[in-house]
């Protein structure tokens, strides 16, 4: 989730694109690049010079987002889910992994170095308002400020705005520090601290 107090929408300039021996894009992880909807696979360069596919979630994907769920430590899962959890039910997995890709998107980022490891997910829910979608992101423990969290918010924003959302909308609590100044550096709006110390934000897409 995001938060912040700029009302600029997300940047919609160009990636710079390098040559790549597959069938996907590949970008480097910079604060301009954000992708297309002309493709739905990008092999993205981290900061950290590894690389990374985003791509749209599936449902062979189970076995993967469970694994990458369980090595989430307890507070980037209470940070995630606003409240204490140990592990995801099987129902809920299952729902991640059962999208349309128009009310409800998901993308995960698959590590190149090993088959099938899933290092990060996003994820937005259309709302009652068509305008407007509930929005996710979670990043592994160790796979966090090198740039993942960055494109792949810029990934599900564009596909936001591809099927005519206009805002990404999501919940994070007040004591989570470093979520709130990831969403100022991408201009999300904050509201007031709601009941519970969660904090509603808003980004224009």
């Given at each position: 989730?995001?938060?912040?107090?700029?009302?600029?929408r997300?940047?919609?300039?160009?990636p710079?694109?390098?040559?790549?021996?597959?069938?996907?894009t590949?970008?480097?992880?910079?604060?301009?690049?954000v992708l297309?909807?002309v493709?739905d696979h990008v092999?993205l360069?981290?900061?950290?010079?590894?690389?990374?596919?985003?791509?749209?979630i599936l449902?062979s994907d189970l076995?993967a987002?469970?694994?990458?769920?369980?090595?989430?430590s307890r507070a980037?899962l209470r940070?995630?889910?606003?409240c204490?959890?140990?592990?995801?039910s099987?129902?809920?997995?299952?729902?991640?992994?059962a999208?349309?890709q128009?009310?409800?998107?998901?993308?995960?980022?698959?590590?190149h170095g090993?088959?099938?490891?899933?290092v990060?997910?996003?994820?937005f829910?259309?709302?009652?308002d068509?305008q407007?979608?509930?929005f996710?992101?979670?990043v592994?423990?160790?796979?966090?400020?090198?740039g993942?969290g960055?494109m792949?918010?810029?990934?599900?924003?564009?596909?936001?705005?591809?099927?005519?959302l206009?805002?990404l909308?999501?919940?994070v609590?007040e004591d989570?520090?470093?979520m709130?100044?990831?969403a100022r550096?991408?201009?999300?709006r904050?509201?007031?601290?709601?009941?519970y110390?969660i904090v509603r934000?808003?980004?224009?897409?």
């Amino acid at each position: 989730m995001f938060s912040g107090q700029s009302h600029r929408r997300v940047e919609r300039t160009t990636p710079r694109v390098e040559q790549g021996s597959n069938a996907a894009t590949r970008v480097d992880a910079t604060p301009s690049s954000v992708l297309e909807p002309v493709t739905d696979h990008v092999q993205l360069r981290l900061n950290d010079s590894r690389y990374v596919t985003i791509r749209p979630i599936l449902p062979s994907d189970l076995d993967a987002l469970r694994r990458f769920f369980t090595a989430l430590s307890r507070a980037t899962l209470r940070l995630r889910f606003l409240c204490p959890i140990n592990e995801l039910s099987e129902h809920l997995l299952k729902e991640f992994t059962a999208v349309n890709q128009r009310a409800h998107v998901a993308f995960v980022a698959e590590f190149h170095g090993a088959a099938n490891q899933i290092v990060a997910e996003a994820r937005f829910v259309r709302g009652a308002d068509s305008q407007s979608a509930e929005f996710a992101l979670v990043v592994a423990d160790d796979w966090r400020r090198i740039g993942l969290g960055t494109m792949l918010t810029r990934v599900l924003a564009q596909r936001a705005r591809f099927t005519g959302l206009r805002r990404l909308c999501g919940d994070v609590l007040e004591d989570n520090t470093a979520m709130k100044g990831f969403a100022r550096s991408l201009g999300a709006r904050l509201s007031q601290v709601m009941r519970y110390g969660i904090v509603r934000l808003s980004l224009e897409v």
